[in-house]
């Protein structure tokens, strides 16, 4: 079968600016999961399954209000609420599994279609390590290729970065290849940029065998790279940031960015 969900392969990059400067990067991988596949994929995969463990392992109670209920349906009710139509087209989403019975996803996206292909919104679901979860809630243009997208900041991921600050995505959705990049200003200008890219490979159970090898233990590494870089930058004295109850509604609505410059705004 020719499935519509994929394999990611690629890298993770931060780059801090100011008041001193700080970088990371790693290899990581990441599903993408057409939400009307999953239980076809849990069917087929011997190292894949949904809401019970494996080596790999999709649950649907670790994204938005964890209630459990069908991913979807809570998707389309989020898009429903933020304004943004969507005629029931395919919804992707791009996220990293649990793996041995473990994930932490920083930022999971779903990429929300229209019936006739093209891209309808996005929706950036970002988890804290308080165990917090806000989404920013975009829509994009029928004939866009390349996104530009704007939010305003309202919730509380690093303890090294406040409120007050606006986002800027530039996104190239997934095909032979996909990257979201983001861009953290304040009133001073650019603070952060972080992105994350990959190139597809075929869902398999020979791939994620062969992943297992080259990504060991990914999503634990993650969580210990966040811990790590975080006291690296203690120990670069930078401000350390009171931690901000998560929002409610738990999700906010970002907009259309003029493809031409930054700031010129469609609603």
Same mark, same amino acid.
């Not at 894949?48 to 994204?63: I, V």
């Not at 996104?147 to 970065?161: C, D, I, N, T």
């Not at 990049?181 to 890219?197: H, Y």
């Not at 009171?242 to 929002?247: E, K, N, T």
């Given at each position: 079968?020719?499935?519509?969900?994929?394999?990611?392969?690629?890298?993770?990059?931060?780059?801090?600016?100011?008041?001193?400067?700080?970088?990371?990067?790693?290899?990581?991988?990441?599903?993408?999961?057409?939400?009307?596949?999953?239980?076809?994929?849990?069917?087929?995969?011997?190292?894949?399954?949904?809401?019970?463990?494996?080596?790999?392992?999709?649950?649907?109670?670790?994204?938005?209000?964890?209630?459990?209920?069908?991913?979807?349906?809570?998707? &389309?009710?989020?898009?429903?609420?933020?304004?943004?139509?969507?005629?029931?087209?395919?919804?992707?989403?791009?996220?990293?599994?649990?793996?041995?019975?473990?994930?932490?996803?920083?930022?999971?996206?779903?990429?929300?279609?229209?019936?006739?292909?093209?891209?309808?919104?996005?929706?950036?679901?970002?988890?804290?390590?308080?165990?917090?979860?806000?989404?920013?809630?975009?829509?994009?243009?029928?004939?866009?290729?390349?996104?530009?997208?704007?939010?305003?900041?309202?919730?509380?991921?690093?303890?090294?970065?406040?409120?007050?600050?606006?986002?800027?995505?530039?996104?190239?959705?997934?095909?032979?290849?996909?990257?979201?990049?983001?861009?953290?200003?304040?009133? &001073?200008?650019?603070?952060?940029?972080?992105?994350?890219?990959?190139?597809?490979?075929?869902?398999?159970?020979?791939?994620?065998?062969?992943?297992?090898?080259?990504?060991?233990?990914?999503?634990?590494?993650?969580?210990?790279?966040?811990?790590?870089?975080?006291?690296?930058?203690?120990?670069?004295?930078?401000?350390?940031?009171?931690?901000?109850?998560?929002? &409610?509604?738990?999700?906010?609505?970002?907009?259309?960015?003029?493809?031409?410059?930054?700031?010129?705004?469609?609603?």
């Amino acid at each position: 079968m020719n499935w519509r969900s994929a394999l990611y392969v690629g890298r993770v990059r931060h780059h801090r600016f100011r008041p001193r400067p700080h970088a990371l990067a790693y290899r990581v991988f990441w599903m993408l999961l057409d939400l009307d596949e999953i239980e076809q994929l849990a069917a087929k995969l011997t190292l894949f399954s949904r809401n019970r463990f494996n080596l790999y392992a999709f649950y649907d109670a670790d994204y938005g209000d964890r209630s459990g209920r069908p991913l979807r349906t809570r998707i &389309e009710e989020t898009l429903a609420k933020a304004g943004i139509a969507h005629d029931g087209g395919p919804i992707r989403l791009l996220t990293m599994p649990r793996i041995l019975g473990y994930a932490f996803n920083p930022l999971s996206t779903y990429f929300c279609y229209r019936r006739d292909g093209s891209l309808c919104a996005t929706v950036y679901e970002v988890h804290n390590t308080f165990g917090e979860i806000h989404s920013y809630v975009a829509p994009a243009r029928a004939s866009e290729g390349a996104l530009r997208q704007e939010a305003g900041k309202v919730f509380h991921v690093s303890p090294f970065m406040k409120l007050g600050m606006s986002y800027d995505f530039t996104v190239a959705p997934p095909g032979e290849r996909v990257s979201i990049a983001i861009d953290g200003s304040d009133a &001073e200008g650019r603070l952060i940029t972080a992105a994350q890219s990959g190139q597809r490979s075929e869902l398999s159970d020979a791939t994620l065998l062969r992943l297992l090898a080259t990504h060991p233990l990914l999503t634990l590494k993650v969580t210990a790279a966040i811990h790590w870089h975080a006291l690296r930058l203690l120990a670069k004295r930078i401000p350390w940031q009171p931690h901000s109850v998560a929002p &409610e509604p738990p999700f906010s609505r970002g907009r259309i960015a003029s493809s031409h410059a930054k700031g010129q705004l469609q609603p």
